[in-house]
């Protein structure tokens, strides 16, 4: 009897453990306050046991944007995690919310101490199980092209393209609007034609959570509520103050957001769930200006989100920005 229920748990922690979502995280962290909120998110989700958060891949090449998200993954208890960026051209923009959260928590470490994106992913890809792995892209997709033009290194004698198909399970992708669309900011980067041949290139499962998802989930005004010396309240006030497309509508509180990144961690993590449905297989064209069509068809290996209960999505994504704490009032139609 004993032995059975030995056997018993073994087979449910192995199943627990299977189905965990190991997750790495592609930003362009400073820009936009989504990409804070997103990582946020992945913190708590980490150590509540939801997901495996892996690392980080690092778009952004503005000086203090690594060190913001190694500060952040220490706040909460991370500091661990692998992180790879890109580092070429370093440059300042005190409009980002970067150096203030280095200010205020401190950061343990530059970009320059740091590999490169496509260093740290060959190093974690060689090493993970077959199939284990999500990329969560919420950036421009250049570190992803640059994975896939890899060569074979000390890592792996796999090339870019076979070490992502073998290993990675499926990519979720926050960029472009479907089924179409014209010019969104990830899908474009500008960096033409990036998208475009990652696209062309990349032959795994694709979930896209297009513009006109996060548009719809807005959060942001409950985290005035927050203490002042929280790197949420102080990543989005310095953003709602600064940053050139919210300047207008700044009244001296944190402003409403669109939670783009956020919705692809909560897909990635969380898969399904009753505010959201897959569309049908199909495949997504990317054009150099960052543009977008779809077409449908059974051979695709593309899907997008469907959003059906923005309320709820909401809610959902500002609960797992605060690590599940829903005692804050949610008022302002959040
Ligand atoms: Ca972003």
């Not at 939801?50 to 000086?63: L, P, Q, S």
Request: charged share 20%; hydrophobic share 35%; glycine share 8%.
């Amino acid at each position: 009897m004993k032995q059975w229920v030995i056997t018993f748990i073994f087979a449910l922690t192995s199943t627990t453990a299977l189905a965990t979502p190991r997750i790495i995280f592609d930003t362009d962290f400073g820009g936009d306050a989504d990409d804070l909120g997103a990582l946020a998110m992945l913190n708590h989700m980490h150590n509540r046991g939801e997901c495996e958060f892996v690392a980080v891949a690092n778009w952004n090449n503005e000086r203090y944007s690594l060190p913001a998200i190694a500060a952040i993954n220490q706040y909460y208890g991370n500091g661990e995690i692998p992180l790879g960026t890109r580092k070429e051209g370093l440059w300042h923009g005190a409009w980002q919310y970067n150096k203030p959260l280095v200010d205020a928590l401190g950061s343990p470490i530059t970009a320059q101490q740091t590999p490169s994106t496509t260093e740290m992913y060959r190093r974690l890809l060689s090493k993970a199980d077959d199939n284990s792995i999500t990329i969560v892209t919420v950036g421009p997709l250049l570190n992803i092209l640059s994975l896939l033009d890899s060569s074979a290194d000390q890592y792996s004698t796999l090339d870019g393209k076979r070490l992502v198909e073998k290993k990675v399970k499926e990519f979720v992708v926050m960029g472009g609007q479907f089924p179409k669309g014209e010019w969104e900011w990830n899908f474009n980067g500008n960096m033409p034609g990036v998208t475009r041949k990652v696209m062309e290139k990349l032959d795994v499962p694709v979930i896209f959570s297009g513009y006109e998802v996060g548009q719809a989930v807005k959060t942001g005004e409950s985290l005035n509520q927050l203490e002042k010396d929280h790197p949420l309240y102080i990543g989005y006030r310095h953003f709602s103050e600064h940053a050139e497309w919210m300047q207008e509508q700044f009244d001296g509180d944190i402003s409403a957001n669109a939670s783009y990144d956020q919705t692809a961690v909560l897909y990635a993590v969380r898969g399904l769930q009753p505010y959201w449905r897959l569309s049908p297989k199909g495949i997504a064209t990317v054009n150099d200006e960052g543009g977008n069509t779809w077409e449908e068809t059974a051979e695709g290996e593309h899907r997008y989100l469907i959003l059906t209960d923005a309320k709820a999505a909401t809610h959902a994504v500002l609960s797992a920005m605060l690590g599940e704490d829903t005692s804050l009032n949610q008022t302002n139609g959040e």
